[in-house]
């Protein structure tokens, strides 16, 4: 609880560890898991291995943070209640990121992997009790900026740093600099940030809430299956089209590449409106703009976060470069993202009190879908510089998108239940890595297998397609200014 006056730096102080967590997230993601997934499998199954990977790991965060969010609620040290799940966390990532360094095999990789997603998600868990907290209510608004700055900023520093470091072969000091900048964030929260220790532990029940989190699950396990059904179904009829005007083998890749497309938009809508009715009930239905929100933000984030993670393998593919140089080049597109999300982000409050929430997402989705042609484009056209173009295309696009939308989610969000409402949105955070990288990972790979590149071409023009569908989804959100 807030005690003394509030100045200008405890906003920083209470934001600074979003900044070593997402240094160690973009890391992870975008720079350390491709890097080495490629080093341990062949190159027909890359994508898929990655794919799998990423989505094991969301299931354990899915499951760990709220988790440990609601054990922070209800802790009692004299520490206070954040800091000892902050702390905790921080010195068992240091363990697990060795040994994802340390890591010789894919199946190595793969448990470090998924026991740094635990650890650092009683971190991450935690942290999100800061803000309301300590933060006046009166000084919420900007202590959330501050917050989206430190989430930001690590795009930039991780690529103009430890991606280059792992471009020039060196990971050890890769990782080094990751952990240090983990580690360095942490001591400072340590020392800066006051907390009350809570007196009395709540008497309020865990298991409401965790059922709620595996009903988010379970809906997400719901829109895979659906969306493979579909998938399925509208692939093998596509295939049957085909066949007869081109051939068996167009046939099979056509059927494959619209089956992967709605796959993808299947699993976001089916799972989306499933984990909705298991969380919210019969509310779902009457909030249905609220609802449709969260299809929102699923699709332009499965397509964003995809493409991030399988930059590497397009770079590698479309320009011919090394693994080292594939992913320098694509960090230093991350960079540029970062560069113009950051540059977007500040202004746009101003632009949708103006021009409204639901036009300006919209105006994100299709800006966001131009970079990824445009990306897309690089196949016919290698030229770096359209890469680096895209990439700031798609970092102006995404400034816009996570700031109006958000805002736009709790405009939708009925004010006497924001904190549950706004819950649901963990199925776009979670749910997003699984569809883009889970099928099209797969998806990748048996296009590749057919005609090396034509799954890159797939999968890109399919993250694509759901931005545009994302822009198409708001048709259900009936309010917002």
């Known amino acids: 609880m807030h005690t003394k006056p509030w ?4 906003h920083i102080s209470i934001n600074l560890f979003w900044l070593g967590l997402n240094i160690r997230n973009t890391a992870v993601g975008s720079v350390f898991l491709p890097y080495l997934v490629d080093m341990f499998v062949s190159g027909e199954v890359k994508n898929t291995a990655l794919g799998a990977m990423r989505t094991a790991g969301l299931i354990i965060a899915m499951l760990a943070q709220p988790a440990m969010g609601l054990l922070s609620d209800r802790n009692t040290s004299r520490f206070g209640r954040r800091r000892p799940f902050i702390f905790i966390g921080v010195l068992l990532d240091l363990i697990f990121l060795a040994a994802v360094g340390l890591a010789g095999s894919y199946w190595a990789l793969l448990a470090a992997i998924l026991l740094l997603q635990f650890s650092s998600n009683i971190s991450h868990g935690a ?7 300590l933060a006046p209510e009166d000084q919420r608004g900007r202590a959330s900026g501050v917050k989206a700055i430190m989430e930001l900023l690590p795009l930039i520093l991780v690529g103009f740093t430890v991606g280059q470091l792992v471009g020039a072969g060196q990971l050890g000091w890769a990782i080094v600099a990751t952990c240090a900048g983990l580690f360095v964030t942490m001591v400072l929260t340590m020392i800066l940030v006051r907390e009350t220790p809570l007196a009395d532990r709540p008497t309020t029940p865990l298991g409401p809430p965790l059922l709620r989190v595996l009903g988010m699950l379970a809906g997400i396990g719901m829109g895979a299956a659906a969306g493979l059904i579909a998938g399925g179904l509208l692939g093998g009829l596509t295939g049957l089209i085909v066949w007869p005007l081109a051939g068996a083998g167009p046939a099979r890749a056509w059927g494959a590449g619209v ?30 703009s609220f609802t449709w929100w969260v299809v929102n933000r699923l699709l332009f984030l499965a397509a964003v976060t995809s493409i991030q993670g399988s930059a590497p393998y397009f770079l590698m593919h479309a320009f011919s470069l090394t693994r080292e140089a594939a992913v320098a ?25 103006r021009f409204g929430h639901r036009l300006l997402v919209s105006v994100s989705g299709v800006i966001a879908a131009l970079g990824t042609f445009i990306m897309v484009s690089t196949m016919w056209f ?7 173009l895209a990439g700031g ?12 939308n958000w805002a736009l989610g709790t405009e939708l969000a009925p004010a006497a239940e924001a904190g549950r409402y706004l819950g649901v949105s963990n199925l776009a955070g979670a749910g997003a890595g699984m569809v883009g990288a889970g099928i099209g990972g797969v998806l990748a790979d048996y296009l590749n297998a057919y005609q090396p590149g034509l799954g890159y071409f797939a999968i890109f023009s399919c993250y694509g397609i759901l931005l545009l569908l994302s822009v198409v989804s708001l048709a259900g959100v009936k309010r917002g200014r």
């Not at 942290?127 to 907290?133: E, N, R, S, V, W």
């Not at 597109?333 to 949708?352: D, E, H, S």
Request: net charge neutral; hydrophobic share 60%.
């Open 7 to 10: 100045r200008w730096y405890d």
């Open 127 to 133: 942290l999100q009790g800061f803000i309301p907290d």
């Open 259 to 288: 089956g992967g497309l709605v796959a993808m938009a299947a699993a976001v809508v089916v799972g989306v409106w499933a984990g909705a009715l298991a969380t919210l009930g019969p509310a779902a239905r009457r909030q249905s």
């Open 329 to 353: 080049t694509a960090s230093l597109m991350t960079a540029a993202a970062g560069v113009f999300t950051i540059v977007t982000a500040l202004p746009a409050g101003w632009l949708a009190d």
């Open 382 to 388: 290698p030229n770096q510089a359209l890469v680096y």
């Open 393 to 404: 295309v798609i970092g102006l696009a995404s400034g816009l998108f996570m700031t109006i």
